[in-house]
T-cell receptor, first 117, second 114 residues
Framework: EAGVAQSPRYKIIEKRQSVAFWCNPISGHATLYWYQQILGQGPKLLIQFQNNGVVDDSQLPKDRFSAERLKGVDSTLKIQPAKLEDSAVYLC???????????????FGPGTRLTVL | AQSVTQLGSHVSVSEGALVLLRCNYSSSVPPYLFWYVQYPNQGLQLLLKYTSAATLVKGINGFEAEFKKSETSFHLTKPSAHMSDAAEYFCAVSMSDSSYKLIFGSGTRLLVRP
């Protein structure tokens, strides 16, 4: 079974530029998560989708970050314009359905490492 | 509000020695608790989880953790460290509201000396 795919793996941009990350979850997984992992910290949830609807985006800086999950499969996370403090690894995860319990394990992709200069 | 505290950002052990990574949680309701491992340039992999069944949970690669409600702890242990265990380890608690989102600790980097 293929895992969660993310691209690109690495991205370097200058501040005020825009950037987009792509995630393809495990086939059949209804729930998709985007996390931000700043160096030296644990991942922090940015947004959670259930199929193509947003469940939780309370931690998403909506003035510059946006995300969509068209057709309830792939998802794109965009930052526009980027700031220096956006330098982080952006992790995508998916689960069969909403929940973190025994039957709803979150499977993580390898992440996209963003450097903002 | 739920939170997780991992004591020690770095832990160093000799190969063959006991591994003990500490995690304390704060939750107003019975939590779901998890340990994840992250190898360099990779995503997170689930080591083990506690979901209100047995308090001693066994995971992959010889790791186990014990849920202690009285101490609000969920420490990760392994009897004998191997060089391949060197990685970053994250403890997480699952929110008990309808989102079930994961709240992660800040991580502990395990170094294994030959």
């Amino acid at each position: 079974e293929a895992g969660v795919a993310q691209s690109p793996r690495y991205k370097i941009i200058e501040k005020r530029q825009s950037v987009a990350f792509w995630c393809n979850p495990i086939s059949g997984h209804a729930t998709l998560y985007w996390y931000q992992q700043i160096l030296g910290q644990g991942p922090k949830l940015l947004i959670q989708f259930q199929n193509n609807g947003v469940v939780d985006d309370s931690q998403l800086p909506k003035d510059r970050f946006s995300a969509e999950r068209l057709k309830g499969v792939d998802s794109t996370l965009k930052i526009q314009p980027a700031k220096l403090e956006d330098s982080a690894v952006y992790l995508c995860a998916s689960s069969l359905r909403r929940g973190g319990g025994g039957y709803n394990e979150q499977f993580f992709g390898p992440g996209t490492r963003l450097t903002v200069l | 509000a739920q939170s997780v505290t991992q004591l020690g950002s770095h832990v160093s052990v000799s190969e063959g020695a006991l591994v003990l990574l500490r995690c304390n949680y704060s939750s107003s309701v019975p939590p779901y608790l998890f340990w994840y491992v992250q190898y360099p340039n990779q995503g997170l992999q689930l080591l083990l989880k506690y979901t209100s069944a047995a308090t001693l949970v066994k995971g992959i690669n010889g790791f186990e953790a014990e849920f202690k409600k009285s101490e609000t702890s969920f420490h990760l242990t392994k009897p004998s460290a191997h060089m391949s265990d060197a990685a970053e380890y994250f403890c997480a608690v699952s929110m008990s509201d309808s989102s079930y989102k994961l709240i992660f600790g800040s991580g502990t980097r395990l170094l294994v000396r030959p």
